[in-house]
């Protein structure tokens, strides 16, 4: 339903259709999926297809942010930066482009990037902007490898090895693996998770440790044993088979 919702938002081979996409986000939150309370969020907060409402936009994308999605912590940060429908907080929306930066999200980590640079919401800090725009150049954005390249020359060979050690430092920190559920913000927005664990069969806190300390585990036997093997090569072989986990055994048997 999110993914047609999609379509109609964009309008990707139908005609963009606000209201028909509106439809299709609002059947999809009842499922509890993520992406919808956040996209539903994001018409709400510019006004696509519906009237402007940034409460209404804070309280969706709060909804995505408790399930996990990544885009919502950005649009939160942009949230309480701007004011919109809340008490403006730069110190809340750098705390929320943190939270999305640690998931790994690129547009967090550019608003983190833009803010240390520019200093407006947070001090001027060409070491941590520094450290945010190596971050996203490795991720491929080309414009963040320029802005490291820009800041390098502003700075002194001990302030550069600074950043790259905050770099390494949280490449170690962040989160080892997707864990949907933010803990902090369901108790910060008083999430009822007893209600939620019983509507969709997920116990929260057996999967917090199943997805936390165990990852460890996980870890530890992917280095021990290697990863990504060709277990059978054939030589005249024309296509191929990945699998992993459950699948693989059956594979391997059969």
Not at 55 to 83: C, D, P
Not at 148 to 169: F, H, M, Y
Not at 186 to 194: K, R, S
Not at 226 to 239: E, H, K, L, N, S
Request: proline residues 3%.
């Amino acid at each position: 339903q999110w993914y047609i919702g999609q379509l109609y938002y964009r309008g990707e081979g139908v005609l963009r259709d606000f209201g028909q996409a509106r439809n299709w986000f609002e059947r999809c939150v009842d499922l509890e999926f993520a992406e919808c309370y956040s996209t539903l969020g994001k018409m709400y907060w510019s006004g696509h297809g519906v009237p402007v409402n940034f409460e209404k936009a804070k309280n969706l994308f709060v909804a995505g942010a408790k399930r996990g999605n990544s885009w919502a912590f950005w649009a939160l940060g942009q949230v309480y930066i701007a004011g919109d429908g809340v008490p403006k907080n730069n110190a809340k929306g750098l705390e929320y482009f943190s939270r999305g930066a640690q998931r790994e999200w690129l547009l967090s980590i550019l608003a983190l990037g833009d803010a240390y640079k520019e200093g407006v919401i947070v001090g001027k800090d060409n070491v941590r902007a520094l450290q945010w725009f190596r971050i996203a150049a490795e991720k491929g954005d080309e414009d963040a490898a320029t802005e490291a390249s820009e800041i390098e020359k502003l700075l002194n060979p001990d302030q550069i090895e600074q950043a790259k050690r905050l770099q390494d430092d949280w490449k170690r920190l962040r989160t080892d693996s997707f864990w949907p559920f933010d803990f902090e913000i369901l108790d910060e927005f008083n999430f009822d998770v007893a209600a939620f664990e019983k509507k969709v069969g997920i116990d929260l806190e057996a999967e917090k440790r199943l997805h936390g300390p165990k990852m460890a585990a996980v870890q530890a036997f992917v280095r021990a044993n290697g990863f990504d093997r060709i277990v059978i090569d054939p030589p005249q072989a024309r296509i191929g088979i990945m699998t992993t986990g459950k699948a693989y055994l059956e594979f391997e048997i059969s």
